[in-house]
Nanobody, 121 residues
């Protein structure tokens, strides 16, 4: 089994910063990408930022220049530094790993339980 545990969400004023962290544990043996998605009320879940095993990054246009993703392959952690936060960034943020668990041939998406980020104006 694969578990993802997120931390770092909370309430912040517009212009402020937050840092999200996610640690993977369990039987995952190969990670292709690690990243963050978010879902605001009444909206679909959307990609925020991902990083591949070769350190290639992808960001949503709305967060480019404000958010930075980083990962530690050895510790199976991924972080999201969020600066210059805007009320539009308010959402539940989900950690994601696309990888392979021990004893399972296929690769799957694994998700954390989500952490709330609220940005007040």
């Amino acid at each position: 089994q694969v578990q993802l545990v997120e931390s770092g969400g909370g309430l912040v004023q517009a212009g402020g910063s937050l840092r999200l962290s996610c640690a993977a544990s369990g039987s995952i043996v190969s990670i292709v990408t690690m990243g963050w998605y978010r879902q605001a009320p009444g909206k679909q879940r959307e990609l925020v930022a991902t990083m591949s095993s070769s350190d290639s990054t992808k960001y949503a246009d709305s967060v480019k220049g404000r958010f930075t993703i980083s990962r530690d392959n050895a510790r199976k952690t991924v972080n999201l530094q969020m600066n210059s936060l805007e009320p539009e960034d308010t959402a539940v943020y989900y950690c994601n790993i696309y990888g392979q668990a021990m004893g399972i041939i296929r690769f799957y998406n694994y998700w954390g339980q989500g952490t709330q980020v609220t940005v007040s104006s």
